[in-house]
T-cell receptor
Framework: DGGITQSPKYLFRKEGQNVTLSCEQNLNHDAMYWYRQDPGQGLRLIYYSQIVNDFQKGDIAEGYSVSREKKESFPLTVTSAQKNPTAFYLC?????????????FGPGTRLTVL | EDQVTQSPEALRLQEGESSSLNCSYT??????LFWYRQDPGKGPEFLFTLYSAGEEKEKERLKATLTKKESFLHITAPKPEDSATYLC??????????????FGQGTRLTINP
């Protein structure tokens, strides 16, 4: 089955720690995205990548970092500089064909700071 | 700046009671309006894409419509399994070639049996 996987499902972080969230897709999609979801708010874009070895900051990139070494993978690191990291993190991907604009989402990772 | 506002924030219906969810938007050059369904603790599930005013799309008990300022998600004779949060998003003009979506805060729909 083609799809997007995220791991882990739940992640607990201590103050001052960096943690990395995994996102893998086997849809052969070119573009990948990371969003953050907080209660009562819309999804907010953290980083996105349209091709391998290239990525751009979204609206709330401070305290986060990404890499895109493979088409299938787009890991997100939440650094200790992110002041309020507790949230639900969603990874998405999209075909590069301009006819298809919709993004498809993974199951999410819930990060909690202890 | 592109903006999306969804109303109501929450809606509670009886099974079989039809209603509509609203998504109002302002965008510089609409390239697509998207509806998603999200169950608690899960990722959003894609439902529809609408590209131009007057367009309609249907899937089972759901029908999405689009005007130049808003979109409606009509739900006909809903069942308890239709309970979820429904998200609306828009894509405006490309920024440096990037297809970025702007999301509303969602409408939490509850269908009572």
């Amino acid at each position: 089955d083609g799809g997007i996987t995220q791991s882990p499902k739940y992640l607990f972080r201590k103050e001052g720690q960096n943690v990395t969230l995994s996102c893998e897709q086997n849809l052969n999609h070119d573009a990948m995205y990371w969003y953050r979801q907080d209660p009562g708010q819309g999804l907010r874009l953290i980083y996105y990548s349209q091709i391998v070895n290239d990525f751009q900051k979204g609206d709330i990139a401070e305290g986060y970092s990404v890499s895109r070494e493979k088409k299938e993978s787009f890991p997100l690191t939440v650094t200790s500089a992110q002041k309020n990291p507790t949230a639900f993190y969603l990874c998405a991907s999209r075909r590069a064909d301009s006819t298809y604009n919709e993004q498809f989402f993974g199951p999410g990772t819930r990060l909690t700071v202890l | 700046e592109d903006q999306v506002t969804q109303s109501p924030e929450a809606l509670r219906l009886q099974e079989g009671e039809s209603s509509s969810l609203n998504c109002s938007y302002t965008v510089s050059g609409l390239r697509g309006l998207f509806w998603y369904r999200q169950d608690p603790g899960k990722g959003p599930e894609f439902l529809f894409t609408l590209y131009s005013a007057g367009e309609e799309k249907e899937k089972e008990r759901l029908k999405a419509t689009l005007t130049k300022k808003e979109s409606f998600l009509h739900i006909t004779a809903p069942k308890p399994e239709d309970s979820a949060t429904y998200l609306c998003a828009v894509q405006g003009n490309l920024i440096q070639g990037a297809q970025k979506l702007v999301f509303g805060q969602g409408t939490r729909l509850t269908i009572n049996p």
